[in-house]
């Protein structure tokens, strides 16, 4: 290279890059260390680029819920409602999932395991979820076949389910069939499903494997009232691998939400009007919710120096450094 060669530093590469590059990094990172680089970083980790896969699934497990609401929304202003993939465990309440809802107009995979959301709030909020490509419900105790019926009906383009049940949660229930008929009847686009545990019976898999002529893998391991002959699925269903209903230690595994998830960037900021974004509104009258006396005094991290939101994230409990 000649002496004329321009060496440009890291501040100065344009936004959607550097929320590229962000999103390798943990939320802890991206909320404590990130801001306090530099300006430029700092409004980059504000910004939508940096969110479009909102994870924070280890985190939601040990937050209390009125944390998790404000994360949520600081998390949802930061993104200006174009994340595509949202995972939290343990969603306290059906407000919070009307929340999701509200700013769910990009997300195509929604992962909500263990979480207190119920039928009907399901029935109310499900049109606005309309994009979703991949949904894991499972652990959700308070739902049922009412609120699979609504999301099969309304969300048209999915293509991967999760619903697996812990054992002693179903214990007391006689069958979940209906369930079964639910995913049979509004889901005929679905590769993937996963029912581990559920108290189906061979029927209702039966129905499930013939309505849903696009299946590739159906988990029924620990459905043990499901007897189906090897040889007529395979003569049948030949298309759809078939797990369980014993439970194996080397069983097929597949990464769902990837390949449901579509790949096509949509990283752009035509689709947002202008004044849609501005990081001073996003942090102001916030720091309040911070101030609980709860801070980061015991964790380590290494700041050059200070940044517009320094004290921004000390109210959070971040899970122990593997």
């Known amino acids: 290279m000649g002496e004329s060669s321009e060496i440009r530093g890291w501040e100065e590469l344009i936004p959607d890059a550097l929320g590229l590059i962000f999103r390798n990094l943990s939320l802890q990172e991206r909320l404590t260390v990130v ?23 280890e985190w939601s497990k040990q937050c209390e819920p009125d944390k998790l609401e404000r994360m949520l929304h600081l998390l949802f202003s930061w993104s200006c409602r174009s994340f595509h993939r949202l995972c939290i465990s343990g969603l306290p309440n059906d407000s919070l999932f009307s929340l999701i809802a509200d700013h769910a107009a990009a997300l195509k995979t929604l992962e909500l395991p263990r979480s207190q959301i119920t039928d009907s709030m399901v029935e109310q909020v499900a049109p606005q979820l309309a994009r979703i490509t991949f949904l894991d419900v499972s652990y959700c105790t308070k739902m049922g076949p009412r609120a699979l019926e609504a999301f099969g009906r309304n969300c048209r383009l999915l293509v991967g389910l999760r619903r697996r049940m812990y054992p002693l949660a179903v214990a007391d229930k006689e069958s979940q069939d209906e369930e079964a008929h639910a995913i049979a009847s509004t889901m005929p686009k679905l590769r993937h499903l996963e029912t581990a545990y559920l108290l189906l019976s061979t ?23 499901v007897n189906l002959d090897e040889k007529v699925v395979k003569e049948r269903y030949g298309r759809v691998k078939v797990l369980g209903p014993d439970v194996v ?44 006396g709860d801070g980061l005094e015991n964790l380590e991290l290494r700041f050059y120096g200070g940044g517009p939101h320094a004290d921004a994230f000390a109210g959070f409990h971040w899970p122990p450094s593997p």
């Open 203 to 225: 029927n209702g898999v039966i129905k499930i494997l013939s309505n849903c002529r696009e299946l590739e893998l159906l988990d029924v391991r620990g459905c043990w009232d």
């Open 249 to 292: 230690d080397h069983c097929y595994e597949r990464n769902l939400w990837e390949e449901c998830s579509d790949s096509e960037s949509v990283y752009s900021w035509e689709t947002m009007e202008e004044g849609d974004f501005d990081l001073d509104d996003a942090s102001d009258g916030d720091d309040e919710i911070w101030d609980d």
């Open 35 to 57: 801001p306090r680089v530099c300006k430029s970083w700092a409004h980059a980790v504000a910004g939508p680029y940096s969110w479009q896969d909102i994870d924070i699934e």
